[in-house]
């Protein structure tokens, strides 16, 4: 079992920066990051390997970032030019080598315009 723990959120003004960190209790085969917006599926924003191989949805390419320290079993979330359609609740995802998948609780993300 696998716990997962982020921090970071928050609100910001439109145009703002925020670094999401999302803490693994023990090894993981990838981290990533999906949100969910108001009346809105939950969706993938960004994810990365082990190998460091990273992958994001199109309307955040550009401005985030993913990151992650394997040996820290840690994975952040740079976010830039932040827009009012960020806003979601952002859960931090992994999957471990066995293939069993992993979620945090939640941290909330409020951009204003």
């Known amino acids: 079992q696998v716990q997962l723990v982020e921090s970071g959120g928050g609100t910001v003004q439109a145009g703002g920066s925020l670094r999401l960190s999302c803490a693994a209790s023990g090894s993981t085969f990838t981290l990533g990051w999906y949100r969910q917006g108001p009346g809105k599926q939950r969706e993938l924003v960004a994810a990365?390997?082990?190998?460091?191989?990273?992958s994001y949805a199109p309307s955040v390419e550009g401005r985030f970032t993913i990151s992650a320290d394997y040996a820290k079993n840690t994975a952040y979330l740079q976010m830039n030019q932040l827009k009012p359609e960020d806003t979601a609740v952002y859960y931090c995802?992994?999957?471990?080598?066995?293939?069993?998948?992993?979620w945090g609780q939640g941290t909330r993300v409020t951009v204003s315009s």
């Open positions: 990365i390997s082990s190998g460091h191989t990273a």
């Open positions: 995802n992994a999957l471990s080598f066995r293939g069993d998948e992993y």
